[in-house]
T-cell receptor, first 114, second 114 residues
Framework: DTGVSQDPRHKITKRGQNVTFRCDPI?????LYWYRQTLGQGPEFLTY????????KSRLLSDRFSAERPKGSFSTLEIQRTEQGDSAMYLC????????????FGDGTRLSIL | AQTVTQSQPEMSVQEAETVTLSCTYD???????LFWYKQPPSRQMILVIR??????QNATENRFSVNFQKAAKSFSLKISDSQLGDTAMYFC???????????FGKGITLSVRP
């Protein structure tokens, strides 16, 4: 069990640029989640996948955000035309498919917008 | 909508002593799970303990135990024999609904003093 892996750990970019983050879940986990965490707050749900299907998106996920999980394994989260308010830690988590299974988190990707 | 409230922003405890972290939640669901997660300064979120709402028995994991009061919608975490490595932010979270998204509280910063 290698755990949930996220890349990069830290991304610094200028306002208006596009960024893409990657998440590799624990191999046998078919559910994958993205959360956003701002300083001093708890994580907020963004979206989740069951295998390759994206089953729910939060209203926090504006049309500048898109997430994919093309083969039901790794996932990418892209932010287009970044804004100052996008600065946050983006956390990925995965779990087994049965309801109530605990979610295992990665180290996160910290996004800083200049 | 689900809400999780952690009203204490920070707490401090002497090493080897016991500390209790408070959490209240609100849900209209009959069945749900509650969690405590720990986030050390390295930022990876780690599961501490899980409680199923339909189980009356309080969950325990080594030095960690919960006091689950379903009628009061209260879910506190007790840490016994506190260790320096327990220093972290602790988040209370609820899980309801088929999509299994977690709703987090704002967290509490726990400092263990040597």
């Amino acid at each position: 069990d290698t755990g949930v892996s996220q890349d990069p750990r830290h991304k610094i970019t200028k306002r208006g640029q596009n960024v893409t983050f990657r998440c590799d879940p624990i191999s046998e986990h078919n559910r994958l989640y993205w959360y956003r965490q701002t300083l001093g707050q708890g994580p907020e749900f963004l979206t989740y996948f069951q295998n390759e299907a994206q089953l729910e998106k939060s209203r926090l996920l504006s049309d500048r955000f898109s997430a994919e999980r093309p083969k039901g394994s790794f996932s990418t989260l892209e932010i287009q035309r970044t804004e100052q308010g996008d600065s946050a830690m983006y956390l990925c988590a995965s779990s087994l498919g049965q309801w109530g299974q605990p979610q295992h988190f990665g180290d996160g990707t910290r996004l800083s917008i200049l | 909508a689900q809400t999780v409230t952690q009203s204490q922003p920070e707490m401090s405890v002497q090493e080897a002593e016991t500390v209790t972290l408070s959490c209240t939640y609100d849900t209209s669901e009959n069945n749900y799970y509650l969690f405590w997660y720990k986030q050390p300064p390295s930022r990876q979120m780690i599961l501490v303990i899980r409680q199923e709402a339909y189980k009356q028995q309080n969950a325990t994991e080594n030095r960690f135990s919960v006091n689950f009061q379903k009628a009061a919608k209260s879910f506190s975490l007790k840490i016994s024999d506190s260790q320096l490595g327990d220093t972290a932010m602790y988040f209370c979270a609820s899980l309801t609904g088929a999509n299994s998204k977690l709703t987090f509280g704002k967290g509490i910063t726990l400092s263990v003093r040597p």
